[in-house]
């Protein structure tokens, strides 16, 4: 399977796909790591991961750099991320030698944004919330992804109720039908933890403090074991949650001993 996906858009020279061919690869691809080769050898360079730097993150990216070290990654950096998350990025760059590509908001619109309506604008109403998520984080992710023929996320199965039913390979119809790629979409947290054992991976440290979903600092807040996976995000505007994440609990607190941390220097912190 390769270049009978070949159909490309005239703008962008990006690689379209049918249904019926997504159909096909998710009924022949059931794993992770055939799901990444199979994404190395037919879609590279014109892929990558995009990286908000939660657990599912460094996972994936562990995967990947060791069927392709030459794997784009790319982040969006809307300029109100909390500290760990840069720390994070660093860390990661250096561990791995890796270029993370990172995504900035058009200046003058977040001028524009702050000027009429301030710099905590979302606290005052869900319209000006998504405003400043637009500016700051979908505009630049659609000016990206309109250069790719598919992108790779860190999504699972059991994070929501809405995706519940997510595929390995799906048409992103959000933007231009090109192709997004769900590797460890069956994967259970409990694996994501062993895997970031086994392998002694360094995380965002924001995981131990009770953040298992990981946005803007003014916009996240650590949620409670039981509480919904996104109940910190928005917290001041949920009446309703969207799904339960009752298995949540911090890494180490759970997971990884403390002199495990210790004897890892990419885990200092």
């Given at each position: ?17 049918t ?39 460094a ?36 561990k791995?030698?890796i ?56 999504l ?64 996240t ?49």
């Amino acid at each position: 399977m390769g270049n009978q996906y070949k159909t490309n858009n005239s703008k962008y020279n990006v690689t379209k796909f049918t249904q019926d061919q997504v159909d096909e690869l998710n009924s022949k691809i059931k794993t992770t790591n055939e799901a990444l080769q199979w994404v190395s050898d037919n879609l590279h360079p014109q892929v990558a991961k995009a990286s908000s730097f939660g657990a599912e993150d460094a996972v994936v990216m562990d995967i990947m750099l060791k069927i392709n070290p030459k794997f784009r990654f790319f982040t969006l950096d809307t300029g109100r991320l909390p500290q760990e998350t840069y720390d994070i990025m660093d860390i990661l760059r250096k561990k791995y030698d890796i270029s993370i590509e990172v995504l900035f908001p058009d200046t003058e619109e977040v001028e524009n944004m702050v000027r009429d309506k301030g710099m905590n604008l979302f606290y005052e109403s869900i319209e000006n919330r998504k405003l400043c998520c637009d500016i700051r984080k979908v505009h630049p992710m659609n000016k990206m992804l309109n250069t790719l023929d598919g992108w790779i996320t860190g999504l699972r199965r059991d994070q929501t109720k809405n995706r519940e039913n997510v595929s390995i390979f799906q048409l992103d119809h959000g933007h231009g039908g090109i192709l997004k790629i769900n590797p460890i979409v069956d994967w259970t947290w409990d694996q994501i933890q062993e895997y970031i054992k086994k392998n002694n991976l360094p995380y965002n440290s924001l995981l131990d403090k009770g953040f298992p979903s990981i946005g803007c600092e003014p916009c996240t807040r650590a949620i409670k074991p039981g509480e919904d996976i996104r109940a910190g995000r928005w917290w001041w505007e949920q009446e309703g949650n969207k799904g339960v994440w009752p298995s949540y609990r911090p890494l180490i607190g759970d997971l990884l001993c403390q002199k495990t941390v210790q004897s890892n220097p990419m885990v200092e912190y």
